[in-house]
T-cell receptor, first 116, second 112 residues
Framework: AQSVTQPDIHITVSEGASLELRCNYSYGATPYLFWYVQSPGQGLQLLLK??????LVQGIKGFEAEFKRSQSSFNLRKPSVHWSDAAEYFCAVGNAGGTSYGKLTFGQGTILTVHP | DGGITQSPKYLFRKEGQNVTLSCEQN?????MYWYRQDPGQGLRLIYY???????QKGDIAEGYSVSREKKESFPLTVTSAQKNPTAFYLC???????????FGPGTRLTVL
């Protein structure tokens, strides 16, 4: 069964500092990978996705993520964090085929706090 | 504007009552999903539907029921059999052939 682990429950960074959120997945084939962001009490917004091709993926709001098959990782990065980036971030892996095509499995989430 | 609507945003019910959460989408998406979110547990899949008049159980379907009579609608009923129904519920949809899910704003259910 597929699974996603986000090792960091809570991360605190200063505004302007760089950010890396970790994500490790378990999936039997080439995965579809996603990063979503959620503000308190809101739905999820897609930041970026990886299906195939270039392993460095650019997303919205200045975020990027790198797919590393050898490490089963899909870490999210941003070179300079803004106070508005404070939110909860979810990594997810998607089923690529069969009757469960499109089904997502989410990690537990990482809460990002940004200090001024 | 196209999107996913969940209503109401906040819902309060007494213990032992069934309650139905609404999810409507005008994106012409084929598949729809219901997730439950609890602090520190991420999102857990309750039910999903790939096409009209068909749906499958997710990972935590016990105590919930759904229907998919129309393409744009996928209501979720939280029954009295659900032991701990207080949570944030999120609906999502997906276009056939695309692996990306789009999410609604969520409904926070509190059972008193």
């Amino acid at each position: 069964a597929q699974s996603v682990t986000q090792p960091d429950i809570h991360i605190t960074v200063s505004e302007g500092a760089s950010l890396e959120l970790r994500c490790n997945y378990s999936y039997g084939a080439t995965p579809y990978l996603f990063w979503y962001v959620q503000s308190p009490g809101q739905g999820l917004q897609l930041l970026l996705k990886y299906f195939s091709g270039d392993t460095l993926v650019q997303g919205i709001k200045g975020f990027e993520a790198e797919f590393k098959r050898s490490q089963s990782s899909f870490n999210l990065r941003k070179p300079s964090v803004h106070w508005s980036d404070a939110a909860e971030y979810f990594c997810a892996v998607g089923n690529a085929g069969g009757t469960s095509y499109g089904k997502l499995t989410f990690g537990q989430g990482t809460i990002l706090t940004v200090h001024p | 504007d196209g999107g996913i609507t969940q209503s109401p945003k906040y819902l309060f019910r007494k213990e032992g009552q069934n309650v139905t959460l609404s999810c409507e989408q005008n994106l012409n998406h084929d598949a729809m999903y219901w997730y439950r979110q609890d602090p520190g547990q991420g999102l857990r899949l309750i039910y999903y539907s790939q096409i009209v008049n068909d749906f499958q159980k997710g990972d935590i379907a016990e105590g919930y029921s759904v229907s998919r009579e129309k393409k744009e609608s996928f209501p979720l009923t939280v029954t009295s059999a659900q032991k701990n129904p207080t949570a944030f519920y999120l609906c999502a949809s997906r276009l056939q052939g695309n692996n990306e899910q789009f999410f609604g704003p969520g409904t926070r259910l509190t059972v008193l």
